[in-house]
């Protein structure tokens, strides 16, 4: 959120490297196939497992930094602006997600199949958060401490209790659906309320940028290590946090993955300590001056908005282009699929391997680059507000 002249460096190297890698997972949505799931231990392979549970950073961070960015950003507003602010941009992303985000994802606009992702959520985390900004950081942190930690206890309520306002609770915690008609279907990908956790706890992170350096990069450590080494003991327990437990497998290294395996929707208490701690460590590592190598990651670290919306468009665009070569037609790339088949039903015969997978993600980052340069060259010499909202 705050401008070139104002950003934290660390910041924004943390948030370009995970935009970097969320690029993988999409390619992989595109190209992968939907037959088999990477988390499926009956069906999986471990290089399809790492090659999910890598990008399961990227979620964690997105909220956890959205938090971090309000704070930086009220450094230079009054606590009324900030809520404003954070009330209008909340709203503008849910139109974006249901609107922009959908039409990249499916290139049509009929409506029948919606899926509401992770712009959705972090919308109604920032709306959450113009609610608390009054709030002392630490209080804040609290909350979302709290939110973390005791969402879990909230797994047995299922949405049938709440009889019509299901679809509420739905929106809440549970991912399900929120519309079921005649020829319109509406998933909520993202149960909000541990996720406003997480971007409360980043909020509350914020006033570290305040400290001097040496005092910001101990706690940083030291929490790192703490969240991680609180997921092993935890995991280990097998008593509370996730509602999936591990369990022996077949093999020790399906075992490992069983361990490591959390669930995402909605974001178990352990998923967040396994990401969140070494999201925390990354961000003590890139807290330096930045190595001239680094400035292509700090360019989308800039731009996360613009990047995130360009290379689906460009993922999918690639899509259209590779079934027109190998079937002569694309109309699967303009279809709504059902919800098994999501982003789109394939082609007989689509799914490609694992390193073409590896060898496109690397393409469309490059091939984005370019253009999020520009963009950043742009943000970084305008004033305008729209700015503040791409």
Avoid at 180 to 206: K, M
Avoid at 297 to 309: A, D, E, H, N, S
Wanted: hydrophobic fraction near 55%; charged fraction near 15%.
């Amino acid at each position: 959120m705050p401008d070139a002249r104002h950003r934290v460096e660390s910041v924004d190297l943390l948030r370009g490297t995970v935009m970097i890698i969320m690029a993988l997972d999409h390619v992989r949505d595109f190209f992968g196939g939907t037959a088999v799931s990477p988390t499926n231990l009956a069906t999986t392979t471990v290089p399809l497992f790492f090659t999910r549970w890598v990008t399961h950073i990227c979620a964690p961070v997105f909220f956890l930094l959205t938090g971090t960015g309000a704070y930086l950003a009220g450094r230079r507003r009054t606590p009324g602006d900030l809520a404003r602010f954070l009330l209008t941009r909340g709203i503008w992303l849910l139109v974006l997600d249901a609107v922009v985000v959908r039409f990249v994802f499916q290139f049509n606009v009929d409506y029948r199949v919606t899926v509401l992702n992770v712009l959705w959520a972090i919308g109604w985390s920032m709306i959450a958060l113009a609610a608390l900004v009054r709030l002392r950081p630490a209080v804040v942190l609290a909350l979302g401490a709290a939110m973390i930690a005791t969402h879990n206890l909230l797994d047995p309520i299922r949405p049938a209790a709440f009889g019509s306002w299901a679809p509420v609770w739905t929106l809440i915690h549970v991912q399900g659906i929120l519309v079921n008609g005649p020829g319109h279907i509406v998933l909520s990908a993202y149960p909000i309320v541990p996720w406003i956790g997480v971007t409360a706890a980043g909020f509350g992170l914020g006033p570290i940028f305040d400290w001097p350096e040496e005092r910001r990069r101990r706690l940083l450590v030291r929490a790192g290590l703490t969240l991680t080494i609180a997921f092993v003991v935890l995991r280990g327990l097998n008593m509370y946090g996730d509602p999936s437990r591990w369990a022996v497998q077949r093999s020790p290294i399906f075992t490992a993955v069983s361990f490591l395996n959390t669930t995402k929707y909605p974001p178990s208490l352990l998923f967040l300590l396994m990401t969140l701690g070494p999201a925390l460590l990354l961000l003590r590592a890139f807290d330096r001056p930045v190595d001239r190598r680094l400035q292509p990651v700090l360019v989308f670290g800039r731009v996360p908005m613009f990047y995130f919306i360009l290379h689906l468009f460009t993922i999918h665009a690639l899509a259209v282009v590779i079934t027109l070569a190998r079937y002569g037609s694309v109309h699967w790339m303009f279809e709504s699929p059902d919800l098994g088949h999501f982003p789109f039903s394939e082609p007989p015969g689509w799914p490609l391997s694992l390193p073409a997978i590896y060898a496109i993600w690397i393409g469309i980052v490059l091939a984005v680059y370019p253009l999020c340069r520009w963009y950043a060259g742009v943000k970084g010499r305008g004033d305008h507000p729209w700015l503040s909202y791409v």
